[in-house]
């Protein structure tokens, strides 16, 4: 058998860039829909908001609400959707 | 359904709309009827009427951008935001943005429509079959003037029906060249281009120029996509290049190596390593009747749905026969009311049935009013006595009642309130009535006589003829705010100028009422302001006029204007 060929990844010029971690991009995705409100808070406060935020976005898209980050969520904040934030502002 | 906070919603039913640009993803023609049933979509359910303008500022202009396009919500290149839109108001309010760094379909990959060819502009058919081999996308084979055609059966070989495929060399779109193929080579700024160009725009879409020097003739056009044509990328618009070599090994169709995220990518070039140019390769697209009727959606004051099917949920999901969803029929319904028409057979659960008018006997445009008051209920009423507005809010008189229809928010007619119990001194039947803008002083006419009512103290009655309207003016039918000190007095098929400051008609007076406003019914029984427009009444219908004198909508007093 050959081994399985390893993936490079290449950066493509033009290309727009999400190399952001898992929770980089929730927090960004919870911000701009407006699960989550923009501004800076100290880290534990930050992680309570984030998981209850997890929570109001998990309920949107009728997931289970776990408050976690878990793959469905992330599934979910990766799919082509419209602009207009879900939270009323 | 969710709206938005204080339930923005348009205060007009006929909404206008503006395509300010196209995607050179789908044909024009495409992108106008998939907006057209976008709108139908709501119209559908709804007493909204949408009318599309060309010029102008229309209530939801719609525009396709790429990632920053000029508001404060920049785009994001492909997949991820697909569309976003402002709830309705002023200015940018009700406007839609398209991304256009998307692939632009109906929703199951390149909607390419022929133009020329025997086909009369039908759809390619993918995959059809020519000289025995079978074609996915357009191709330049068996010509040789390097146009893209395609077939619009499965098999040209049997049907011999084709069509030409978006191509620059056969037409561009925008631009001031009114569509004309593209030259090559064309000169820009000195250089040689032999194809399309992003060269001086920051904006990314693709253009060239009409003749062979823009530098000269500054004739240009935005180049279409052809279906083979990379998306996104640093190479939109061009097609892929097979095979082509990436990190040394040669490919002859789209790969998602190199990346990440899965998505198919190629070469525009034979050698990506050497020239590092590409793009996304043509997928199913989304479809942009779909994303429209949930921008629309936003447009008209809906926010969105927790319901997972609604078409206002946030995801994109494409639905072949797309039906509208209750929750989205219930979210619409509740800010614009539904659809007038013939009662439902079997009403909803839970919802009034639609107030369906008394089989009348008469003539529909009887003139004689009708003495008895149906049951209170003003959306029974065929003809009311006079409309008017007082204080911001539309009045509706019928024999000793009124009903007032707040010009805020959705709440249906308040009423019926007696008239004896606001003004006591005023008779039952009212002809017509005004309130004096600079002066809020409230003028009711009835027959040859007057009232003017300044708060709770009236001055009246008094004879018409005291304003020097002529003894032949049995009643004063309509009476139209000009400016803060001048109000029309409509009298048969004629009107008067009144001056309020002097209480005299102005010289030069009376005026037919066909010569300066066209178009109405020259006997109405009813006129007034409304809104900025002007209202012509006759019998349950009216006819709206705009500051242009243009009468720009006929429609139902009881369903438009009392909300019934």
């Not at chain 2, 004896?420 to 003028?443: G, M, N, Q, R």
Request: hydrophobic share 30%; net charge negative.
């Amino acid at each position: 058998w050959s081994l399985p060929v390893k993936s490079v990844f290449v950066t493509f010029p033009g290309d727009i860039i999400r190399n952001m971690t898992d929770m980089e991009l929730a927090e960004n995705y919870l911000k701009r829909f407006g699960y989550m409100d923009t501004l800076q808070r100290s880290g534990f406060q930050s992680m309570v908001s984030t998981e209850k935020a997890l929570k109001r976005l998990q309920r949107q898209l009728g997931l289970e609400e776990t408050g976690e980050l878990n793959k469905e969520t992330l599934e979910a904040m990766n799919q082509p959707r419209c602009g207009v934030p879900d939270v009323a502002n | 359904y969710q709206t938005f906070d204080g339930d923005l919603k348009w205060d007009h039913s006929d909404v206008t709309y503006r395509i300010l640009n196209y995607s050179p993803d789908m044909d024009s023609s495409l992108i106008d009827d998939a907006f057209a049933r976008a709108f139908k979509v709501w119209s559908d359910v709804t007493p909204l009427s949408f009318t599309r303008l060309f010029e102008g500022t229309a209530d939801i202009m719609i525009s396709f951008g790429k990632t920053d396009h000029g508001d404060p919500y920049p785009f994001d290149g492909k997949d991820g935001l697909l569309a976003h839109a402002y709830p309705p108001g002023e200015g940018v309010q009700g406007d839609a943005h398209f991304d256009d760094d998307e692939f632009w379909t109906l929703g199951k990959g390149p909607a390419v429509k022929t133009r020329y060819g025997n086909a009369n502009g039908a759809m390619c058919h993918f995959p059809f079959t020519f000289e025995g081999k079978s074609y996915t996308s357009c191709t330049t084979e068996g010509r040789t003037d390097n146009l893209p055609w395609c077939a619009t059966t499965a098999s040209y070989d049997a049907d011999k029906e084709y069509g030409f495929c978006p191509s620059e060399l056969l037409y561009t779109f925008g631009g001031n060249a009114d569509g004309a193929p593209c030259v090559f080579p064309f000169i820009f700024l000195d250089k040689e281009y032999s194809s399309c160009t992003t060269e001086g725009r920051n904006d990314g879409n693709r253009w060239c120029a009409t003749t062979n020097n823009y530098d000269k003739d500054k004739k240009y056009g935005f180049c279409p996509s052809r279906d083979t044509a990379v998306i996104g990328g640093n190479s939109e618009g061009e097609p892929c290049h097979f095979p082509f070599v990436f990190l040394g090994k040669e490919y002859n169709s789209c790969t998602s190596e190199g990346r990440g995220d899965g998505k198919l990518w190629c070469s525009t070039t034979e050698d990506y390593d050497e020239d590092k140019k590409w793009g996304f390769c043509p997928d199913q697209g989304y479809s942009l009747f779909l994303v429209a009727a949930h921008e629309f959606g936003h447009a008209l004051g809906l926010d969105h749905s927790s319901v997972r099917d609604a078409l206002m949920y946030p995801m994109y999901s494409y639905k072949e026969n797309f039906p509208l969803h209750q929750d989205d029929i219930e979210g619409i319904q509740y800010l614009y009311g539904s659809k007038p028409g013939p009662k439902p057979t079997v009403p909803e659960p839970n919802t009034p049935t639609t107030t369906s008018y008394p089989e009348t006997t008469d003539d529909p445009f009887s003139t004689t009013p009708s003495t008895k008051l149906p049951d209170n209920d003003a959306c029974k009423v065929l003809k009311f006595d006079t409309i008017t507005v007082i204080e911001g809010d539309l009045h509706f008189f019928k024999n000793g009642h009124y009903w007032k229809v707040p010009s805020r928010g959705d709440a249906r007619h308040q009423g019926p309130l007696s008239i004896s119990e606001s003004w006591p001194a005023l008779p039952a039947v009212i002809d017509s009535a005004f309130e004096d803008v600079l002066t809020k002083k409230i003028y009711f006419f009835s027959g040859t006589r007057f009232w003017v009512y300044t708060g709770k103290s009236v001055l009246g009655p008094r004879s018409i003829e005291k304003l020097g309207l002529p003894n032949s003016v049995q009643k004063v039918e309509g009476a139209l705010q000009k400016g803060t000190s001048k109000v029309l007095l409509f009298s048969g098929e004629d009107f008067w100028r009144l001056d309020v400051k002097t209480q005299k008609i102005d010289r030069g007076y009376p005026k037919p009422t066909e010569v300066v406003f066209g178009g109405v019914p020259n006997d109405a029984h009813d006129v007034f302001q409304y809104k900025g427009h002007t209202y012509f009444c006759r019998d349950r219908f009216y006819w709206r006029m705009n500051s242009r004198r243009q009468v720009d909508r006929v429609g139902y007093v009881n369903y438009d204007l009392l909300k019934c």
